[in-house]
């Protein structure tokens, strides 16, 4: 298996992939893939990875960028992440995601959230912090990994597209 860059190739995979990754998931609302069609459409697909395996995509990764406290900065959401669902817990998941925060950092990214299981992106290094909120609340499962800098405090706020709303050139 081999991680690069999405091409204008894979749009079509990329949306297969992650309708059927979230179609048996009690916590998806099913629109992942128009999600990153949005993002990507507004040129607000900061970063998008694929994982393939021969000629096949079999998974992705997408990251763009946030605000906190109504400023924009230097931070991003880490998500969707989906691997081809008879693939699930072979650690395709695992290496796309550190495959994403290494170049994150590298690009000079400040910090990364991320709205998820604790328990799973533990491992990657986030952390629940109260000081950052989600949809007006401190979800224990909104978690974040800061590389440079304090980690700020306030309401983080996502790409339009996140909430169903028209793009907003002044979010990226």
Known sequence: MRIRDEQPGDVDAIYTLTRDAFATMPYSAGDEQDLIN???????????????????????????????????GNWFDLG???????????????????????????????????????????????????????AGEANPNFQHLTWQGETPRGEVVYHPAFYGSPPDPTSR
Not at 39 to 66: N, P, Q, T, Y
Not at 97 to 110: N, T, V, Y
Request: glycine fraction near 14%.
């Open 38 to 72: 949005a993002l990507r459409a507004d040129g607000a697909l900061f970063l998008s990875l694929v994982a393939v395996r021969g000629d096949e995509i079999v998974g992705h990764i997408a990251f763009s960028r946030v605000r906190i406290d109504g400023q924009p």
């Open 80 to 134: 969707p992440v989906s691997v081809k669902p008879p693939l699930q817990s072979l650690g395709i998941g695992s290496a796309l995601i550190r495959e994403g925060l290494s170049r994150l950092q590298a690009l000079g990214a400040d910090g990364c959230v991320l709205l998820g299981y604790p328990s799973y992106y533990g491992r990657f290094g986030f952390a629940h912090d109260p000081g950052l909120t989600y």
